[in-house]
């Protein structure tokens, strides 16, 4: 029955993070899938998360469905972090937010969205993105190409040529762009660059469509917002899915959201309902648990101190173990530009390794990235930086 069933490849960071967990070599370093690691090594769980937890369990009892669009003190508390309580298009309204089962959910949910109401649309992602971009949108039905972004020389942005291709672009065209942190490279656009975007959005009528899975892991909570309300304060109507795995630490509980930023209220209360019509052909509705921990530490004034320091001081240690690489790195290998490490932000470096020099990297030295290049940077500590290091430096200078 099951002949036809061709053998599944595996997925580039999900399949080789199961490939790490079966590496009986003890001096094996996880570098590949986005997980913030502490300095000790350790997945950590965030003390804001712990308290939070505390509190809510002689609350939680029985367990009723959520509704579609999940625990209303949660999308509350999503719009009131993307875009501060107080934003016009929040107090007005204009937004519909989803709760999602992580950020995936998010872009899965959007993308049956905009393939049912933007039929004729295709898709844009940078060169390069995040692996499951092009397979989530694809998978809703939408054709999918890319537009320049990653400069691999300089290990800076193309903006003109991206700006240029966006130019050019059918109207309606769907254009996935990368809030902070962006997931592969670490090389994000500057506010003049978004400023300068914005106009050729509007006048191409683009429908723009923002992955936010790092706030805080780039220049701040605030700052790191920056290109989600410039475009609202544009007028223009977009997407955005948001993820607390990472900033909360929390990647079991897949807690995300999906907001649309809409011209009006009324426009948002029908989008909200087709939202919540497209979960129930989904999953129906979202999980409990994960959403009751966020919306609790969010809403509590003293646990959400205690949480933005805590990610304060995670993006402080990735910049720290950036510094070390690249001092290292440029020690090791004298006239080799290590500016890039320290420059880009977020979770992630795109080393310019190639996929054999990756693949040495792992089979030579333990030392596992996703065969793109890409490091993520949080996986470092004072303990394997060292060793990271050499073992880059060595690949580097063999290939010289
Ligand atoms: C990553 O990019 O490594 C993470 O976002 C995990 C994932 O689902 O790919």
Same mark, same amino acid.
């Given at each position: 029955m099951f002949e036809h069933v061709e053998a599944y490849p595996g997925d580039p960071i999900l399949t080789l993070n199961e490939a790490f967990g079966q590496d009986p070599r003890p001096e094996k370093i996880n570098l590949s899938i986005g997980i913030y690691f502490d300095d000790?090594?350790?997945?950590?769980?965030?003390?804001?998360?712990?308290?939070?937890?505390?509190?809510i369990a002689p609350t939680l009892g029985a367990r009723p469905y959520l509704p579609m669009e999940g625990l209303a003190p949660y999308r509350q508390a999503v719009q009131a972090l993307l875009w501060g309580a107080g934003h016009e298009a929040v107090t007005s309204g204009r937004i519909a937010?989803?709760?999602?089962?992580?950020?995936?959910?998010?872009?899965?949910?959007?993308?049956?969205f905009l393939k049912r109401y933007?039929?004729?649309?295709?898709?844009?992602?940078?060169?390069?993105?995040?692996?499951?971009?092009?397979?989530?949108?694809?998978?809703?039905?939408?054709?999918?190409?890319?537009?320049?972004?990653?400069d691999p020389l300089a290990g800076g942005l193309r903006f003109e040529e991206m700006l240029a291709t966006f130019k050019g672009l059918p109207e309606r065209s769907i254009v996935l762009?990368?809030?902070?942190?962006?997931?592969?490279t670490g090389v994000d656009l500057s506010a003049a660059q978004w400023n300068a975007l914005i106009p050729v959005i509007q006048s191409r009528r683009l429908i723009p469509y923002l992955d936010i899975a790092y706030q805080g892991f780039g220049d701040g909570l605030e700052q790191d917002a920056h290109a989600l309300r410039t475009l609202t304060d544009a007028g223009i109507s977009f997407f955005c899915a948001n993820s607390f795995s990472k900033s909360f630490s929390l990647y079991g509980e897949r807690v995300g959201g999906l907001s649309v930023v809409c011209p009006d209220a009324a426009q948002a209360a029908r989008v909200l309902g087709q939202l919540k019509a497209t979960i129930r052909k989904n999953y129906s509705s979202p999980p409990t648990y994960g959403a009751r921990v966020v919306a609790q530490v969010l809403q509590s004034p003293e *646990? +959400?101190?205690?949480? #933005?320091?805590? &990610?304060?001081?995670?993006?402080?240690?990735?910049?720290?173990?950036?510094?070390?690489?690249?001092?290292?790195?440029?020690?090791?290998?004298?006239?080799?530009?290590?500016?890039?490490?320290?420059?880009?932000?977020?979770?992630?470096?795109?080393?310019?390794?190639?996929?054999?020099?990756?693949?040495? *990297? +792992?089979?030579?030295? #333990?030392?596992? &990235?996703?065969?793109?290049?890409?490091?993520?940077?949080a996986g470092l500590n004072a303990g394997n930086v060292d060793k990271v290091t050499q073992s880059l430096a060595a690949v580097i200078r063999d290939a010289t």
């Amino acid at each position: 029955m099951f002949e036809h069933v061709e053998a599944y490849p595996g997925d580039p960071i999900l399949t080789l993070n199961e490939a790490f967990g079966q590496d009986p070599r003890p001096e094996k370093i996880n570098l590949s899938i986005g997980i913030y690691f502490d300095d000790a090594g350790q997945l950590p769980v965030m003390r804001a998360v712990r308290e939070a937890e505390a509190q809510i369990a002689p609350t939680l009892g029985a367990r009723p469905y959520l509704p579609m669009e999940g625990l209303a003190p949660y999308r509350q508390a999503v719009q009131a972090l993307l875009w501060g309580a107080g934003h016009e298009a929040v107090t007005s309204g204009r937004i519909a937010t989803i709760q999602t089962i992580g950020g995936s959910g998010g872009l899965k949910v959007g993308s049956d969205f905009l393939k049912r109401y933007f039929p004729q649309s295709e898709v844009w992602v940078s060169d390069p993105t995040w692996d499951n971009h092009r397979a989530m949108f694809e998978g809703a039905g939408l054709k999918v190409h890319t537009y320049p972004y990653y400069d691999p020389l300089a290990g800076g942005l193309r903006f003109e040529e991206m700006l240029a291709t966006f130019k050019g672009l059918p109207e309606r065209s769907i254009v996935l762009l990368h809030a902070c942190c962006h997931n592969p490279t670490g090389v994000d656009l500057s506010a003049a660059q978004w400023n300068a975007l914005i106009p050729v959005i509007q006048s191409r009528r683009l429908i723009p469509y923002l992955d936010i899975a790092y706030q805080g892991f780039g220049d701040g909570l605030e700052q790191d917002a920056h290109a989600l309300r410039t475009l609202t304060d544009a007028g223009i109507s977009f997407f955005c899915a948001n993820s607390f795995s990472k900033s909360f630490s929390l990647y079991g509980e897949r807690v995300g959201g999906l907001s649309v930023v809409c011209p009006d209220a009324a426009q948002a209360a029908r989008v909200l309902g087709q939202l919540k019509a497209t979960i129930r052909k989904n999953y129906s509705s979202p999980p409990t648990y994960g959403a009751r921990v966020v919306a609790q530490v969010l809403q509590s004034p003293e *646990l +959400r101190v205690l949480w #933005a320091g805590e &990610l304060d001081t995670m993006r402080q240690r990735i910049r720290l173990m950036r510094q070390r690489l690249a001092d290292g790195l440029g020690q090791a290998l004298p006239g080799h530009d290590v500016s890039r490490f320290v420059n880009q932000r977020g979770m992630f470096s795109y080393t310019g390794l190639s996929e054999s020099q990756v693949d040495t *990297l +792992r089979h030579s030295h #333990a030392v596992y &990235l996703v065969r793109s290049g890409r490091m993520c940077v949080a996986g470092l500590n004072a303990g394997n930086v060292d060793k990271v290091t050499q073992s880059l430096a060595a690949v580097i200078r063999d290939a010289t």
